[in-house]
Protein backbone atom coordinates (compact mmCIF):
# COMPACT_ATOMS: atom_id res chain seq x y z
CA UNK A 1 0.00 0.00 0.00
CA UNK A 2 1.11 3.68 -0.85
CA UNK A 3 0.59 5.46 1.96
CA UNK A 4 1.97 9.34 2.74
CA UNK A 5 4.80 8.91 5.32
CA UNK A 6 2.55 9.66 8.54
CA UNK A 7 4.99 11.31 10.05
CA UNK A 8 4.87 14.25 7.25
CA UNK A 9 0.93 14.70 8.69
CA UNK A 10 2.02 15.31 12.14
CA UNK A 11 3.06 18.78 13.88
CA UNK A 12 6.58 18.73 14.71
CA UNK A 13 7.77 17.33 17.49
CA UNK A 14 6.24 14.09 17.74
CA UNK A 15 7.02 10.46 19.33
CA UNK A 16 4.74 7.35 17.26
CA UNK A 17 4.74 5.67 21.01
CA UNK A 18 2.22 5.92 24.39
CA UNK A 19 3.74 8.27 26.58
CA UNK A 20 6.24 6.30 29.23
CA UNK A 21 6.98 7.01 32.78
CA UNK A 22 11.13 8.25 32.54
CA UNK A 23 12.98 6.11 34.56
CA UNK A 24 14.83 7.74 37.73
CA UNK A 25 18.60 8.36 37.23
CA UNK A 26 19.11 7.37 40.62
CA UNK A 27 17.37 5.33 43.56
CA UNK A 28 14.22 6.32 45.16
CA UNK A 29 16.85 7.09 48.70
CA UNK A 30 19.32 8.73 46.62
CA UNK A 31 18.07 12.26 48.16
CA UNK A 32 18.12 11.17 51.75
CA UNK A 33 17.56 13.12 53.80
CA UNK A 34 16.58 15.95 52.24
CA UNK A 35 13.78 14.36 50.39
CA UNK A 36 12.81 10.78 51.84
CA UNK A 37 12.86 7.44 49.68
CA UNK A 38 9.06 7.10 50.29
CA UNK A 39 8.04 10.63 49.18
CA UNK A 40 9.96 9.48 46.28
CA UNK A 41 8.66 6.27 45.31
CA UNK A 42 4.73 7.53 46.02
CA UNK A 43 5.53 10.59 44.25
CA UNK A 44 7.73 9.45 41.23
CA UNK A 45 5.65 5.67 40.49
CA UNK A 46 2.64 6.42 41.39
CA UNK A 47 1.79 10.20 41.13
CA UNK A 48 3.51 10.98 37.89
CA UNK A 49 2.49 7.28 36.89
CA UNK A 50 -1.11 7.99 37.35
CA UNK A 51 -0.79 11.31 34.51
CA UNK A 52 0.97 9.21 32.36
CA UNK A 53 -1.87 6.62 32.38
CA UNK A 54 -4.67 9.33 32.31
CA UNK A 55 -2.98 10.99 29.60
CA UNK A 56 -2.51 8.22 27.36
CA UNK A 57 -6.16 7.10 28.43
CA UNK A 58 -7.62 10.77 27.47
CA UNK A 59 -5.91 10.61 23.89
CA UNK A 60 -7.19 6.79 23.02
CA UNK A 61 -9.86 8.41 21.41
CA UNK A 62 -8.03 10.50 19.38
CA UNK A 63 -5.26 8.84 17.49
CA UNK A 64 -3.88 12.01 15.46
CA UNK A 65 -3.08 13.49 18.91
CA UNK A 66 -1.42 10.10 20.02
CA UNK A 67 1.72 11.10 18.31
CA UNK A 68 2.07 14.84 19.80
CA UNK A 69 4.57 14.77 22.82
CA UNK A 70 3.16 16.04 25.69
CA UNK A 71 4.31 19.73 25.79
CA UNK A 72 3.11 19.95 22.19
CA UNK A 73 -0.45 18.85 23.30
CA UNK A 74 0.39 21.64 26.27
CA UNK A 75 1.30 24.36 24.14
CA UNK A 76 -1.75 23.77 21.56
CA UNK A 77 -4.32 23.02 24.46
CA UNK A 78 -6.84 24.54 21.97
CA UNK A 79 -6.29 21.65 18.80
CA UNK A 80 -7.26 19.57 21.50
CA UNK A 81 -10.70 18.35 21.31
CA UNK A 82 -13.11 20.15 24.19
CA UNK A 83 -14.30 16.76 25.95
CA UNK A 84 -10.64 15.35 27.09
CA UNK A 85 -9.08 19.21 26.81
CA UNK A 86 -9.63 19.63 31.02
CA UNK A 87 -7.71 15.75 31.15
CA UNK A 88 -4.86 16.49 28.42
CA UNK A 89 -4.17 20.05 30.10
CA UNK A 90 -3.57 18.28 33.62
CA UNK A 91 -2.20 15.38 32.94
CA UNK A 92 0.41 16.26 29.81
CA UNK A 93 1.73 19.21 32.52
CA UNK A 94 2.02 16.77 35.33
CA UNK A 95 3.98 14.61 33.22
CA UNK A 96 6.18 17.30 31.36
CA UNK A 97 6.82 19.05 34.59
CA UNK A 98 7.56 16.48 36.80
CA UNK A 99 9.92 14.60 34.19
CA UNK A 100 11.85 17.53 33.95
CA UNK A 101 11.68 17.72 37.72
CA UNK A 102 13.70 14.90 38.33
CA UNK A 103 16.84 15.47 36.53
CA UNK A 104 16.42 19.02 38.09
CA UNK A 105 18.03 16.87 41.16
CA UNK A 106 20.47 14.93 41.62
CA UNK A 107 22.55 12.94 44.80
CA UNK A 108 24.63 15.32 46.84
CA UNK A 109 28.03 14.01 47.04
CA UNK A 110 30.07 14.71 49.93
CA UNK A 111 31.98 17.97 50.12
CA UNK A 112 30.95 18.83 46.35
CA UNK A 113 30.50 22.64 46.30
CA UNK A 114 26.72 23.39 45.60
CA UNK A 115 25.43 26.21 43.34
CA UNK A 116 26.02 27.26 39.88
CA UNK A 117 29.07 28.44 37.92
CA UNK A 118 30.12 29.66 34.92
CA UNK A 119 27.61 32.00 32.82
CA UNK A 120 24.38 30.72 34.47
CA UNK A 121 25.58 31.89 37.50
CA UNK A 122 26.87 35.17 36.03
CA UNK A 123 23.53 35.42 34.69
CA UNK A 124 21.80 35.03 38.50
CA UNK A 125 24.07 37.25 39.68
CA UNK A 126 23.63 40.37 37.10
CA UNK A 127 19.46 39.30 37.58
CA UNK A 128 19.02 39.07 41.11
CA UNK A 129 22.05 40.85 42.60
CA UNK A 130 23.45 37.02 44.11
CA UNK A 131 22.98 33.34 43.83
CA UNK A 132 21.83 34.13 47.82
CA UNK A 133 19.20 36.93 46.92
CA UNK A 134 18.01 34.67 44.10
CA UNK A 135 17.85 31.55 46.18
CA UNK A 136 15.52 33.72 48.60
CA UNK A 137 13.32 35.06 45.83
CA UNK A 138 12.70 31.44 44.62
CA UNK A 139 12.00 30.33 48.54
CA UNK A 140 9.75 33.20 48.77
CA UNK A 141 7.58 32.55 45.79
CA UNK A 142 7.36 28.92 46.52
CA UNK A 143 6.13 29.29 49.93
CA UNK A 144 3.60 32.26 48.71
CA UNK A 145 1.56 30.03 46.22
CA UNK A 146 -1.37 29.27 47.57
CA UNK A 147 -2.57 25.81 46.34
CA UNK A 148 -0.36 23.26 44.68
CA UNK A 149 1.56 24.48 41.94
CA UNK A 150 5.43 25.10 41.20
CA UNK A 151 7.87 27.94 41.53
CA UNK A 152 10.65 28.29 38.69
CA UNK A 153 13.60 29.93 37.33
CA UNK A 154 13.33 30.90 33.66
CA UNK A 155 14.64 32.66 30.96
CA UNK A 156 11.84 35.18 29.14
CA UNK A 157 12.20 36.86 25.36
CA UNK A 158 13.06 39.98 26.61
CA UNK A 159 16.64 41.61 27.06
CA UNK A 160 18.09 38.36 25.50
CA UNK A 161 17.11 36.14 27.80
CA UNK A 162 16.48 37.86 31.62
CA UNK A 163 15.94 35.73 34.03
CA UNK A 164 12.91 35.86 36.52
CA UNK A 165 11.49 33.80 39.43
CA UNK A 166 7.52 33.36 38.38
CA UNK A 167 5.09 30.46 40.07
CA UNK A 168 2.43 28.08 37.83
CA UNK A 169 -0.69 26.96 39.11
CA UNK A 170 -1.46 23.21 39.07
CA UNK A 171 0.60 21.76 36.42
CA UNK A 172 1.09 24.39 34.37
CA UNK A 173 3.94 25.14 32.50
CA UNK A 174 6.39 28.42 32.09
CA UNK A 175 6.62 27.95 27.77
CA UNK A 176 2.50 27.95 27.99
CA UNK A 177 3.51 31.85 28.25
CA UNK A 178 6.71 31.86 26.23
CA UNK A 179 8.72 31.73 29.43
CA UNK A 180 11.94 28.62 29.40
CA UNK A 181 12.38 26.70 32.14
CA UNK A 182 16.14 26.14 33.76
CA UNK A 183 14.86 24.93 37.36
CA UNK A 184 11.82 24.34 39.06
CA UNK A 185 10.32 22.86 42.30
CA UNK A 186 7.02 20.94 42.68
CA UNK A 187 5.33 22.84 45.23
CA UNK A 188 2.68 20.47 46.01
CA UNK A 189 1.90 19.08 49.28
CA UNK A 190 2.74 15.36 47.90
CA UNK A 191 6.22 16.49 47.20
CA UNK A 192 7.20 17.08 50.82
CA UNK A 193 3.83 16.52 53.57
CA UNK A 194 5.47 12.73 54.79
CA UNK A 195 8.44 14.60 55.69
CA UNK A 196 7.93 18.12 56.33
CA UNK A 197 4.15 18.15 57.04
CA UNK A 198 2.77 21.74 56.42
CA UNK A 199 6.48 23.49 56.71
CA UNK A 200 6.58 24.55 53.06
CA UNK A 201 9.75 26.76 53.88
CA UNK A 202 11.92 24.30 55.52
CA UNK A 203 11.57 21.62 52.28
CA UNK A 204 12.47 24.67 49.95
CA UNK A 205 15.07 25.61 51.51
CA UNK A 206 16.44 22.06 51.71
CA UNK A 207 15.76 21.17 48.63
CA UNK A 208 19.14 23.07 47.32
CA UNK A 209 20.93 20.24 48.82
CA UNK A 210 19.46 18.27 45.66
CA UNK A 211 19.70 20.92 42.77
CA UNK A 212 21.96 19.53 39.82
CA UNK A 213 23.07 22.62 38.87
CA UNK A 214 24.55 21.58 35.83
CA UNK A 215 21.27 20.06 34.32
CA UNK A 216 20.12 23.91 35.16
CA UNK A 217 23.15 25.47 33.03
CA UNK A 218 22.55 22.99 30.26
CA UNK A 219 19.00 23.80 29.87
CA UNK A 220 20.46 27.77 30.24
CA UNK A 221 22.95 27.29 27.37
CA UNK A 222 19.79 25.60 25.35
CA UNK A 223 17.87 28.45 25.33
CA UNK A 224 17.80 30.54 22.33
CA UNK A 225 15.56 33.21 22.41
CA UNK A 226 12.99 31.91 19.72
CA UNK A 227 9.42 30.96 21.12
CA UNK A 228 8.82 29.04 18.35
CA UNK A 229 11.74 26.51 18.45
CA UNK A 230 11.66 26.14 21.89
CA UNK A 231 8.93 23.71 22.29
CA UNK A 232 10.62 21.34 20.03
CA UNK A 233 13.61 21.50 21.59
CA UNK A 234 12.56 20.89 24.71
CA UNK A 235 9.90 18.07 23.87
CA UNK A 236 12.78 15.62 22.28
CA UNK A 237 14.51 16.21 26.20
CA UNK A 238 11.12 15.86 27.88
CA UNK A 239 10.38 12.56 25.82
CA UNK A 240 13.26 10.87 26.39
CA UNK A 241 13.79 7.95 28.47
CA UNK A 242 15.90 8.16 31.24
CA UNK A 243 18.46 5.21 30.77
CA UNK A 244 19.53 3.98 34.32
MN1 LIG B 1 4.42 16.42 42.09
Not at 67 to 92: D, Y
Not at 107 to 118: L, Q, V
Request: charged fraction near 25%; hydrophobic fraction near 40%.
Amino acid sequence: MNQPARKDLRPAGVISKKHQLPRLKYDHAALEPHIDSRTMKLHHDIHHGSYVDKLNAALEKFPDLRGSSALWLLCNLEKVPAEVRVAVHNNAGGHVNHSMFWRAMKPGAAGEPKGPKGPLREAIERNFGSVAQFQTRFEEAGAGLFGSGWVWLVRTPQDGGKLEVITTPGHDHPMMQDRFPLLLNDVWEHAYYLKYESRRPEYLKAWWSVVDWEEAARRFDLFNGSAEDLWEAEGGQVLATEKS
